[in-house]
């Protein structure tokens, strides 16, 4: 079985959580890097036979890795299925992203519309490379719990910088903190471009899906 890189493990979580009717995705490998679990959160409208074909079928395609089933586990929620589900979902959409660099601080301010609200989060730290990602990834959460007014929710865990069929990507993990509880979220997008942008909308398609649930609580 292969041995995945970090990168290549971020790559493998974004994409099981793009197969049908599954919502959340963590893998965790064995101490020489190779998958040792895949535990999958998903919802109720596709048996648990299906998903995991789905799963050996894109592990083998995209990572030329065969799998026991037996180490996949599936826990579903009644209900639980975001394509299905007919409530009004809450999806922040990017309006602006704005930049300024001062002698070695940069500082971010990302602008989202939710509906015909607009919100604004900002973020500053010392303008390396890296944290500037990073600096874009707080300034989004930031944004987003300014509309919840709840403030410390989210924590970026990470941001990478990844290659996906040829294409720049960015990928971005963000905890969220429930009470005595921890969530941990993946979000990808492609930079076409825009890195900034994608950035950006990574974190948002991280947190996007709980997002009702925070709003609800």
């Given at each position: 079985?292969?041995?995945?890189?970090?990168?290549?493990?971020a790559?493998?979580?974004?994409?099981?959580?793009?197969?049908?009717?599954?919502?959340?995705?963590?893998?965790?490998?064995?101490?020489?890097?190779?998958?040792?679990?895949?535990?999958?959160?998903?919802?109720?409208?596709?048996?648990?036979?299906?998903?995991?074909?789905?799963?050996?079928?894109?592990?083998?395609?995209?990572?030329?890795?065969?799998?026991?089933?037996?180490?996949?586990?599936?826990?579903?929620?009644?209900?639980?299925?975001?394509?299905?589900?007919s409530?009004?979902?809450?999806?922040?959409?990017?309006?602006?992203?704005?930049?300024?660099?001062?002698?070695?601080i940069?500082?971010?301010?990302?602008?989202?519309?939710?509906?015909?609200?607009?919100?604004?989060?900002?973020?500053?730290?010392?303008?390396?490379?890296?944290?500037?990602?990073?600096?874009?990834?707080?300034?989004?959460v930031?944004?987003?719990?300014?509309?919840?007014?709840?403030?410390?929710?989210?924590?970026?865990?990470?941001?990478?910088?990844?290659?996906?069929?040829?294409?720049?990507?960015?990928?971005?993990?963000v905890?969220?903190?429930?009470?005595?509880?921890e969530?941990n979220?993946?979000?990808?997008?492609?930079?076409?471009?825009?890195?900034r942008?994608?950035?950006?909308?990574?974190?948002?398609?991280?947190?996007?899906?709980?997002?009702?649930?925070?709003v609800?609580?």
């Amino acid at each position: 079985m292969a041995v995945l890189s970090k990168e290549q493990l971020a790559e493998l979580e974004v994409l099981l959580g793009r197969i049908k009717g599954v919502n959340a995705a963590r893998v965790v490998l064995d101490a020489e890097g190779k998958v040792d679990e895949i535990h999958l959160l998903a919802g109720s409208s596709r048996s648990p036979k299906q998903i995991v074909r789905d799963v050996e079928s894109a592990l083998l395609a995209s990572f030329n890795i065969a799998i026991d089933h037996k180490k996949i586990s599936i826990a579903q929620v009644e209900g639980g299925d975001t394509e299905d589900d007919s409530r009004e979902e809450i999806r922040p959409q990017v309006a602006k992203v704005d930049m300024a660099l001062e002698q070695n601080i940069v500082r971010v301010n990302v602008e989202l519309t939710i509906g015909e609200s607009k919100i604004s989060g900002s973020a500053e730290g010392p303008a390396t490379s890296q944290n500037r990602k990073r600096l874009l990834a707080i300034a989004t959460v930031c944004a987003v719990e300014n509309f919840l007014n709840k403030n410390g929710i989210f924590v970026v865990e990470d941001v990478q910088e990844l290659y996906i069929s040829g294409k720049k990507a960015m990928v971005v993990a963000v905890a969220a903190i429930l009470g005595r509880e921890e969530e941990n979220y993946l979000g990808a997008a492609y930079a076409n471009g825009d890195e900034r942008e994608a950035v950006v909308k990574a974190t948002l398609a991280a947190i996007n899906r709980r997002l009702r649930f925070f709003v609800e609580k």
